[in-house]
């Protein structure tokens, strides 16, 4: 069974700095495009940033672009989404998701970032 | 990447077909057989239930179908359950360098 587990999530100042991570199992972690997708509270899905398989081609959305970092550790099973210079309008519930031909077929339960003073 | 345009609000009463349209560009759904739909109950993860325009995965109920026109992508839902009473997002694939994505503004079904 494919689980993706988040984690990292919380409350952060503006300016601050976070790094999700999702810890993926079931599948041949090494095989497959992830995804990140958030949802600000009470609103629509987002798409955020993606990663090939082997971490050398990576994509993001205009909002976060310039200071969101998508990195995967395949050894690990582990894909991670570095945030730094954060706004209130980042507070969102920040989900992983597998690739499989561009549609997002697996996903985790998510974790909430809330940034705030 | 701006968001696709999709209706606020559709419904539609127990066992009657409804239609989500999304709503892109040549950029997007136009230029691309890669158009997927995820239901989000409240609370929950979304759910992939159609990818690549009109496929769908396994498991995922064929009361759920997917089409394109032009610019325009479609989910039709047939045979209306109570069930089926959740938030419906589009999202395509995107032109670019930056290998990205784009979700439409979801549609709220509701079951009268």
């Known amino acids: 069974e494919v689980q993706l587990v988040e984690s990292g999530g919380g409350l952060v100042q503006p300016g601050g700095s976070l790094r999700l991570s999702c810890a993926a199992s079931?599948?041949?972690?090494?095989?497959?495009?992830m995804h990140w997708v958030r949802q600000a509270p009470g609103k629509g899905l987002v798409w955020v940033s993606r990663?090939?398989?082997?971490?050398?081609?990576?994509g993001y959305a205009d909002s976060v672009k310039g200071r969101s970092t998508i990195s995967r550790d395949n050894a690990k099973n582990t894909l991670y989404l570095q945030m730094n210079s954060l706004r209130p309008e980042d507070t969102a519930v920040y989900y992983c998701?597998?690739?499989?031909?561009?549609?997002?077929?697996?996903w985790g339960q998510g974790t909430l970032v809330t940034v705030s003073s | 990447q701006s968001a696709l345009t999709q209706p606020a609000s559709v419904s539609g009463s127990p066992g009657q077909s409804i239609t989500i349209s999304c709503t892109g560009t040549?950029?997007?759904?136009?230029?691309?057989?890669?158009v997927s739909w995820y239901q989000q109950h409240p609370g929950k993860a979304p759910k992939l239930i159609v990818y690549e325009v009109s496929n769908r995965p396994s498991g995922v109920s064929n009361r759920f179908s997917g089409s394109k026109s032009g610019n325009t992508a479609s989910l039709t839902i047939s045979g209306l359950q109570s069930e089926d009473e959740a938030d419906y997002y589009c999202?395509?694939?995107?032109?670019?360098?930056?290998?990205?994505?784009?979700f439409g503004t979801g549609t709220r079904v509701t079951v009268l």
């Open positions: 999202s395509s694939y995107i032109s670019s360098h930056n290998i990205g994505d784009v």
């Open positions: 079931g599948f041949t972690f090494s095989s497959y495009w």
């Open positions: 040549s950029s997007d759904v136009g230029g691309y057989n890669y």
């Open positions: 998701a597998r690739d499989r031909n561009t549609a997002a077929d697996s």
């Open positions: 990663i090939n398989n082997d971490g050398s081609t990576t």
